[in-house]
């Protein structure tokens, strides 16, 4: 099994609706999570970071940690067309060394 | 003011040349890398250095050289390109190496070896 693994999509969903996507993890990564969000050809920014069991929420977008199993998920409330992006899933093993998932294809449509 | 700046933002050249890309950071973090994004768009470490100190070393050919003068700057020089070079490389950085460090990405250089 990978590091990080997601589902390569592309996921569609028509605008207002919440786009669900998620991530698989191994034991050997750390117990932290970042999500990113990849326009195309631009480089991957920062949308949330979670640490701990349960949901963490900021504006429209929710990541939800399901330690027990390997699972974590971001969700987008009210899509808009503009959320049409590649999101990636990354955690860290030591010393910060990062692995990322392939990314998911999200696409809003309008 | 850019957090993460990188030079070139595009890299075309002849296979065998010989090439440097630039990284700065004015975040004032400890730690700086290097990614490879591939035609599949998949984002893989190749470097980290914390502090002038290198950390990470993946699996890269030795071809591929990073420095770092001081812990703002982190070049990446690559020797002898080769067609499967061809890729866009990005720079982060976070505030240091600890497993919960955000790690912020500059804007990329699309390297193009012919």
């Known amino acids: 099994q990978k590091e990080v693994e997601q589902n390569s999509g592309p996921l569609s969903v028509p605008e207002g609706a919440i786009a669900s996507l998620n991530c698989t993890y191994s034991?050997?990564?750390?117990?932290?999570f970042f999500w990113y969000r990849q326009y195309s050809g631009k480089s991957p920014e920062l949308i949330m970071s979670?640490?701990?069991?349960g949901d963490k929420e900021d504006g429209r977008f929710t990541a939800q940690l399901n330690k027990a199993s390997q699972y974590v998920s971001l969700l987008i409330r009210d899509s808009q067309p503009s959320d049409s992006a590649t999101y990636l899933c990354?955690?860290?093993?030591?010393?910060?060394?990062?692995?990322f998932g392939s990314g998911t294809k999200l696409n809003v449509k309008p | 003011d850019t957090a993460v700046s990188q030079t070139p933002k595009y890299l075309v050249t002849q296979m065998g040349n010989d090439k440097s890309i630039k990284c700065e950071q004015n975040?004032?973090?400890?730690?700086m890398y290097w990614y490879k994004q591939d035609s599949k768009k998949f984002l893989k470490i190749m470097f980290s250095?914390?502090?002038?100190?290198?950390?990470i070393n993946e699996t890269v050919p030795n071809r591929f050289s990073p420095k770092s003068p001081d812990k703002a700057h982190l070049n990446l020089h690559i020797n002898s390109l080769e067609l499967g070079d061809s890729a866009v490389y990005f720079c982060?950085?976070?505030?240091?190496?600890?497993?919960?460090?955000?790690?912020?990405f500059g804007p990329g250089t699309r390297l193009t070896v012919l």
């Open positions: 990354a955690a860290p093993t030591d010393f910060n060394k990062f692995y």
């Open positions: 975040l004032g973090h400890d730690t």
């Open positions: 034991d050997r990564v750390s117990q932290s």
């Open positions: 982060a950085s976070s505030q240091d190496q600890g497993l919960a460090s955000e790690q912020f």
């Open positions: 250095y914390n502090n002038k100190e290198l950390i």
């Open positions: 979670i640490y701990s069991n």
